[in-house]
């Protein structure tokens, strides 16, 4: 079983819209989770970081974690054609020094 | 300063070439990343450097050989490498020690390697 499971899309929102994407995981001892966005071609970069249960807001970006369910979620509002990128989920688990583990990655394209 | 300066940023080798991947990280961060990163995959990971010492290399062949010299630098030196290690080679550091299990990491901006 991997660590980390999200869809791997495409994903495709028209601008406006509220794009959401997903992500399993299946180690109860993970801790900490991360968002990153990555266009093609280019790094990863770190968008948004949730480790307690519920929501954490960030401009347009929501961030979900449901520590029971093991799901948490990024909720991208008011998408824009700038957001179309490669959205990965990483977890972060203590018991194994802090190592990442990252999911497939989910493609998002906002259509203008 | 909140990045991590990776050199080059392009590289073409031959088989038979020997150059090095350049990291650098001046935010006091006391771990350190080698990720290798295939089109449309995510990124892999292939060595972990913390506190200046090996903790992880995930079974990655010997032509690939790390090294950290200080708490702010980090290499990559290549050897006799195939045309299948092409790829993006992304340097990332992260803090160590309490409360270090709720930062991301910070990538560097990556180098693409072609080996010809």
């Known amino acids: 079983q991997k660590e980390v499971e999200q869809n791997s899309g495409p994903l495709s929102v028209p601008e406006g819209a509220i794009a959401s994407l997903n992500c399993t995981y299946s180690?109860?001892?993970?801790?900490?989770f991360f968002w990153y966005r990555q266009y093609s071609g280019k790094s990863p970069e770190l968008i948004m970081s949730?480790?307690?249960?519920g929501d954490k807001e960030d401009g347009r970006f929501t961030a979900q974690l449901n520590k029971a369910s093991q799901y948490v979620s990024l909720l991208i509002r008011d998408s824009q054609p700038s957001d179309s990128a490669t959205y990965l989920c990483?977890?972060?688990?203590?018991?194994?020094?802090?190592?990442?583990?990252f999911g497939t990655g989910t493609s998002l394209t906002v259509i203008p | 300063d909140t990045e991590v300066t990776q050199t080059p940023k392009h590289l073409v080798m031959g088989m038979t070439n020997k150059k090095s991947l350049k990291c650098e990280q001046h935010?006091?961060?006391?771990?350190m990343y080698w990720y290798k990163q295939k089109a449309k995959k995510p990124p892999e990971l292939m060595f972990v450097?913390?506190?200046?010492?090996?903790?992880i290399n995930e079974s990655v062949p010997s032509r690939f050989s790390p090294e950290c010299p200080n708490s702010s630098l980090l290499n990559l030196h290549l050897h006799a490498l195939q045309p299948e290690d092409s790829a993006l080679y992304l340097c990332?550091?992260?803090?160590?020690?309490?409360?270090?299990?709720?930062?991301?990491?910070?990538f560097g901006s990556g180098t693409r390697l072609t080996v010809v």
């Open positions: 990332a550091s992260s803090p160590r020690g309490e409360g270090a299990q709720n930062y991301g990491y910070t």
């Open positions: 180690d109860r001892g993970s801790q900490s």
């Open positions: 949730i480790y307690s249960n």
């Open positions: 990483a977890v972060k688990k203590w018991a194994t020094g802090n190592q990442f583990y």
């Open positions: 935010m006091g961060h006391r771990a």
């Open positions: 450097y913390s506190y200046e010492k090996l903790s």
